[in-house]
C-alpha cells in the first residue's frame, strides 16, 4: 500500500502566502511524478504543478510566476510554494503521485492523498 499524507495549507489573505507538503509512504518500488491537484466547488479538479522523476515541471497557466513545486527524492516529498495567493486560489488541494509499488513486476497506479483546505480571504 501507498499513502500520501498532505500537509499545510489554511487560511490567508490575499497577497499572502501558504505551502504545501506531501509525503509518500509504503511500499514504494518508483515514483514517476508527484504533484498537486485543486478542487473548488462547482468545479472539476484541476491540475496545479507537477514534477516528473526527471524533475521536468508543468503548471496550470493560472499559477505560472506565483506557485513553485519542488521535490525532495530522498524524502518521496513534494511541495508546493504559494505566493500572491488571490481569492480564486480557493480550492481543496490534492496530492497526486504516479507511483509503482512493491516492485518493477507491478504496474504504475494513480494515488492521491486526502486533500487539504487553501482558503483565501480577508
Known amino acids: 500500500q501507498v499513502q500520501l499524507v498532505e500537509s499545510g495549507g489554511g487560511l490567508v489573505q490575499p497577497g499572502g502566502s501558504l505551502s504545501l507538503s506531501c509525503a509518500a509512504s509504503?511500499?514504494?518500488?518508483?515514483?514517476?511524478?508527484m504533484g498537486w491537484y485543486r478542487q473548488s466547488r462547482g468545479n472539476q479538479r484541476e491540475l496545479v504543478a507537477d514534477?516528473?522523476?526527471?524533475?521536468?515541471?508543468n503548471y496550470a497557466d493560472s499559477v505560472k510566476g506565483r506557485f513553485t513545486i519542488s521535490r525532495d527524492n530522498a524524502k518521496d516529498t513534494v511541495f508546493l510554494q504559494m505566493n500572491s495567493l488571490k481569492p480564486e486560489d480557493a480550492a481543496v488541494y490534492f496530492c497526486?503521485?504516479?507511483?509503482?509499488?512493491?516492485?518493477?513486476?507491478?504496474?504504475?497506479?494513480?494515488?492521491w492523498g486526502q486533500g487539504t483546505q487553501v482558503t483565501v480571504s480577508l
Open positions: 497526486h503521485g504516479d507511483i509503482q509499488p512493491y516492485n518493477i513486476h507491478y504496474p504504475t497506479y494513480i494515488y
Open positions: 509504503g511500499s514504494i518500488s518508483r515514483i514517476n511524478s
Open positions: 514534477i516528473n522523476s526527471g524533475g521536468t515541471i
